[in-house]
């Protein structure tokens, strides 16, 4: 399975850059037809990896593959030091570790593949700087604070049981 999330990721990253390259370099001579079946090819891949990691995550990757690369590959960090202060400690070291990473003392592990980008403009993550979004879609915050400190910052969904609802913290 995780093999198809990859493929997905990649297809989905290969559209989103056809459609940079449609609306900037090549604006003037892309027809509406042309665009409009890109945009229809990169739905169709949501729709896919939706059914693999869930239809918010999918949309999470989408997203950030059309904001396009933040970091060449080679220039994402496989870690980052982090104040070792954490809300929920615990629980976000569950969290992390479900998704393939792995928080230690003041170090955030991360999988291969994992993207972190500025953050623009989103509402659910405001005071954050970075979103650090994993290779299954799974999205946490990076906030750095006035003195420099890097914070980390969960979705308040994933402190809440899939199942039940119940609070995991």
Known sequence: MSSEIARLREQIELEADSLRMLSTGFKTVSSHKIIEAAYDRLGSYQDELGKLIGDGAAVRVVVSALEGPAFPDDSMPSSITL??????????????????????AEELFLPLGTLMKPVVSNTEAAAARYTILFPDGFMIWLRVDHEGRNLLTLNKKDLECPTCGKRLD
């Open 83 to 104: 104040d070792p202060c954490i809300e929920n400690r615990g629980v976000a070291e569950k969290v992390i570790e479900a998704h393939e990473g792995r928080l230690d």
